[in-house]
């Protein structure tokens, strides 16, 4: 059964994601664009757009958004979530150490730095803030979300795989698409650890996918992405002028990367117009192939 369903009901705690019909059309014309219509159909993607320009009223729209797939390192965004939360509850001490520790985690997908984030915190301790009233990250009734059942290597990796899915490390584009939008609004923790997330977020250190899509436009991005074998995904807030989206697409295919370096270019353009314009001069990094 094709999963092209756009479910766009808001939620009662945590980001409201109102559907926009206009946005909604705009995104199906942007992947049709793209030529990831039959990647859609088959269920190897899915896709969520956040127009945050004004981050109290955001414009939303998705496609196989509540459809959970692998995501390799991207649900490493959890960890950092689970990490700031128990700082703010006075169960972990930020100094310098622990704060490279996380950007290593994110902007490098550091799988050592992640698993010993990951043994700090607490398996138990990271889901019981994914599945909080406060967030509902990961949620039964939006078909799951976020989930980290396993460390990235190292001793005592493995805890528990999704109840609904059986993944390690998965994620839904909706839910990932929530996290980035409660930045944008300075919901994740406080407006002080939001900010401070976004701060690691930023100048990610991995120059591929969207961030290779993005190059040589004048964006701000905080991002986290993540690759396994034909797994693909990325997910970032970008920010160019007073123009504000978050961005997420999840795919399996061997060539999902640069299909996501292509695709990030039409989704900029749906919300900040014809970027072509800024290109000029401007040379794109190379991909470093990394995770």
């Known amino acids: 059964m094709p999963l092209l369903a756009f479910i766009g009901t808001a939620l009662v705690h945590g980001a409201e994601l109102p559907p926009d019909p206009a946005l909604q059309s705009q995104l199906q014309a942007a992947l049709h664009d793209a030529g990831l219509q039959p990647a859609l159909r088959d269920g190897r993607m899915s896709v969520a757009l956040v127009d945050v320009s004004d981050p109290a009223h955001p414009r939303y729209a998705g496609l196989n958004d509540r459809h959970m797939m692998y995501a390799a390192s991207l649900p490493k965004i959890a960890i950092l979530l689970a990490g700031f939360e128990k700082i703010s509850q006075g169960m972990m001490i930020y100094n310098p150490a622990v704060r490279e520790m996380f950007v290593r985690l994110t902007r490098f997908s550091s799988n050592t730095d992640a698993s010993r984030a990951i043994q700090s915190i607490g398996f138990d301790f990271i889901a019981r803030v994914l599945q ?34 059986n ?65 693909h995904s990325d997910a970032a807030l970008v920010e160019a002028g007073d123009r504000r989206y978050v961005a997420v697409a999840l795919m399996k295919d061997p060539k999902g990367g640069e299909a996501l370096s292509g695709l990030i270019r039409k989704l900029d353009r749906v919300i900040c117009g014809n970027a072509e314009l800024n290109l000029a001069g401007r040379p794109e990094p190379s991909p470093s192939g990394l995770n």
Do not use: C
Not at 138 to 164: H, S
Not at 179 to 205: C, H, N, W, Y
């Open 132 to 165: 909080s009233d406060k967030y509902r990250l990961y949620d039964p009734a939006a078909n799951g979300g976020l989930w980290i059942g396993k460390a990235y290597g190292g001793p005592n990796d493995y805890w528990k795989r999704d109840p609904l899915h």
């Open 167 to 231: 993944l390690s490390h998965g994620a839904t584009a909706f839910q990932v698409a929530r996290f980035f939008t409660l930045l944008a609004q300075g919901k994740l923790v406080s407006p002080e650890f939001s900010e401070e997330m976004k701060r690691i977020l930023g100048d990610p250190g991995i120059e591929h996918k969207f961030v290779k899509g993005l190059a040589g436009l004048p964006r701000q991005i905080y991002r986290k992405s993540g690759t396994w074998g034909e797994w």
